[in-house]
């Protein structure tokens, strides 16, 4: 089984709607992260998290929103969808070290 | 700022004609680049941590060097199976979580 899962692997969505993506891990990593790619831009971080009470803001978190419910479950979430939202998401872990990124397999999300 | 240049930005290459990505970088105290392989529509796959200049790291037919300025992948006799793209990241002296990614190199290798 996979050590990063991430649900749903795919979501075409509205403009407007809210839009939950899921995060969960069995490495027993204390760090959490949450990245979008887009062509030609690379991997962007959007919020990271150290533990369950200790959650930040990336470079560009505005319009998003994230949750940490426990230590393997991080959920990214965007309040009102709009196209420029279009990109894959990717969550990642790590140690306590944060010398070592792993990423889950993405979420591609398309808002019409 | 840190930043995190790769080239070229596309590479093809003949199965067994071995080659070299380059990442160069600027950053405020290095603690650690990374290199990643990505599939497509796949999440990014860990390869290599560096941490020291003069420091190498190998891994079947891929060799990772670091320099002051740059890093290198080179591919050794590559096969198909090696087509993905390659990505580079730092991790400054500053932050102790932060990665700064550059836009990758897609390499193709034809049979």
């Known amino acids: 089984d996979a050590d990063v899962t991430q649900t749903p692997r795919n979501r075409i969505t509205k403009t407007g709607k809210r839009i939950m993506l899921e995060c969960s891990q069995t490495?027993?990593?204390?760090?959490m992260y949450w990245y979008r790619q887009d062509p030609g831009l690379g991997l962007r971080l959007i919020y990271y998290?150290?533990?369950?009470?200790?959650?930040n803001k990336g470079e560009i978190s505005d319009g998003y929103s994230v949750s940490r419910q426990a230590q393997a479950k991080f959920s990214l979430s965007l309040e009102s969808a709009i196209p420029n939202q279009t990109a894959l998401y990717f969550c990642?872990?790590?140690?306590?070290?944060?010398?070592?990124?792993?990423f889950g397999p993405g979420t591609r999300l398309t808002v019409l | 700022e840190d930043q995190v240049t790769q080239s070229p930005e596309a590479l093809r290459l003949q199965e067994g004609e071995s080659s070299s990505l380059n990442c160069s970088y600027t950053?405020?105290?290095?603690?650690?680049l990374f290199w990643y392989r990505q599939d497509p529509g796949k999440g990014p796959e860990f390869l290599f941590t560096?941490?020291?200049a003069g420091e190498e790291k190998e891994k079947e037919r891929l060799k990772a060097t670091l320099t002051k300025k740059e890093s290198f992948l080179h591919i050794t006799a590559p096969k198909p199976e090696d087509s993905a793209t390659y990505l580079c990241?730092?991790?400054?002296?500053?932050?102790?979580?932060?990665?700064?990614f550059g836009k990758g190199t897609l390499l193709t290798v034809n049979p």
């Open positions: 990642a872990t790590s140690d306590r070290t944060g010398s070592t990124q792993y």
């Open positions: 490495k027993g990593h204390d760090r």
């Open positions: 998290s150290f533990d369950v009470k200790d959650i």
């Open positions: 950053v405020s105290g290095l603690r650690g």
């Open positions: 560096l941490y020291s």
């Open positions: 990241a730092v991790r400054d002296g500053g932050s102790n979580y932060k990665l700064t």
